[in-house]
């Protein structure tokens, strides 16, 4: 049995999208298990128990399961907390795990490279990893420094076997980082197979749309987003039934039944606007696919972003994306041929992109079919998962695979 240990701390695959916590990462980890599911290899995949309501064990695919351990703390952990859990966690997992037993072990994000940098004292494995987000990307996007996970992205990377970069701007900045060129291989995430079916019910809003889908956090732009629609509004002649569709949020946080945030800064942000902008809350894959496909532009104002998994999964869509020129989102979008960009923070070159795709033109035609080829053959997983694969086949990893 080929064998692969898949550590994803607080990115639990399982776990709905949109909720606490999850997003690209969980998503990654799910998809990119199950295609390595089906080219015959075991996948096990460990992760903080975040919901106590999951079983420590779950299947997932054929062979593969994923095992939560509580670290001490069952129930959710902000990832910003969980770096005191790690030494239980590690515990845990060698409690339970034969790690002797695994090929390769890949880990996804920071975290997940601590406990691995401590496995590696102990056993013999070939390790990648995968960083989904980079503390100096954060910092130059939004200014906030941490230096303890600096210290570790750097240490972590400097001893893994292969990091993965999902674009070029993200290898460039590991090399700069780290000055570690050989290792770091670009191999772009993949979005899921549902995305690259064709649009069930795009009519479902008789009206057209703007639509955003993320976190509603200050660092993926939504009150730039927010001010933005508004000042396109204002300034230009647009029709009474154009609205801005937000999905994302906790449950918890949005009053789902009057499509409205509960959060008094968002509340605040679209007064004179409540009309014009409604909250969806989270949406499963299905009905994201719908809601891309109907819309007329999705917009990403993220003030830096590793990949942009919504950008690509938008575009695999046939939507066209608004997106800043940030991180990841220079390459996920190919501006002026799926989409724009714009710059960071700029709300009157965000009102102006989305003013463009008021109407539709041949060219807004072209950009959207341009979009859905573009995706297809970007961010299919398929493809993608046979790439991870012959990074795992290299020369130092003491796997043997057909």
């Not at 910003?80 to 859990?85: V, W």
């Not at 039944?257 to 004179?272: F, H």
Request: hydrophobic content about 35%; glycine content about 8%; overall charge positive.
């Amino acid at each position: 049995m080929r064998k692969i240990l898949f550590i994803s701390d607080h990115g639990d695959p399982l776990i709905p999208l949109g909720s606490k916590q999850a997003g690209g990462q969980n998503n990654y980890v799910k998809h990119l298990a199950l295609q390595l599911d089906g080219l015959g290899y075991s996948v096990d995949i460990v992760t903080h128990w975040s919901s106590e309501q999951k079983p420590a064990v779950e299947q997932l695919g054929e062979r593969s399961k994923v095992y939560r351990f509580a670290g001490g703390q069952k129930g959710f952990v902000d990832k910003r907390q969980m770096f005191t859990l790690l030494p239980r966690l590690y515990e845990e997992m060698t409690e339970t795990l034969d790690i002797s037993s695994y090929d390769v072990v890949h880990t996804h994000y920071w975290l997940s490279g601590v406990l691995a940098y401590n496995l590696q004292k102990e056993y013999s494995f070939y390790w990648c990893h995968t960083n989904h987000s980079l503390a100096i990307a954060k910092e130059q996007g939004t200014g906030f420094i941490e230096s303890k996970r600096k210290h570790f992205e750097k240490l972590i990377m400097e001893q893994a076997d292969v990091v993965i970069a999902t674009t070029p701007n993200e290898k460039q900045q590991i090399e700069v980082f780290t000055k570690k060129k050989s290792a770091v291989s670009v191999v772009p995430v993949g979005v899921s197979p549902v995305y690259l079916t064709s649009p069930e019910e795009v009519d479902q809003f008789a009206f057209p749309y703007y639509f955003y889908a993320g976190r509603l956090e200050t660092s993926k732009g939504i009150f730039d987003l927010l001010e933005g629609f508004r000042h396109m509004l204002k300034k230009y002649d647009v029709p009474d039934n154009v609205k801005l569709l937000i999905a994302g949020g906790c449950p918890e946080s949005i009053d789902i039944k009057n499509y409205c945030p509960k959060s008094e800064p968002l509340k605040e942000a679209i007064k004179g606007m409540e009309d014009r902008v409604l909250f969806l809350g989270p949406k499963n894959e299905k009905q994201l696919k719908n809601l891309y496909g109907g819309a007329l532009a999705t917009i990403m104002p993220s003030h830096y972003e590793s990949f942009g998994m919504v950008a690509a999964e938008a575009q695999a869509c046939g939507c066209p994306v608004i997106a800043t020129h940030v991180g990841g989102l220079k390459d996920v979008v190919k501006s002026g041929v799926t989409g724009l960009h714009i710059p960071k923070a700029n709300v009157q070159k965000l009102s102006e992109s989305m003013a463009y795709f008021l109407k539709s033109s041949p060219k807004l035609l072209k950009m959207r079919r341009d979009a859905k080829q573009y995706a297809m053959k970007e961010f299919n997983w398929s493809l993608i998962s046979r790439k991870v694969k012959e990074l795992y086949e290299r020369k130092n990893a003491y796997i043997s695979l057909p």
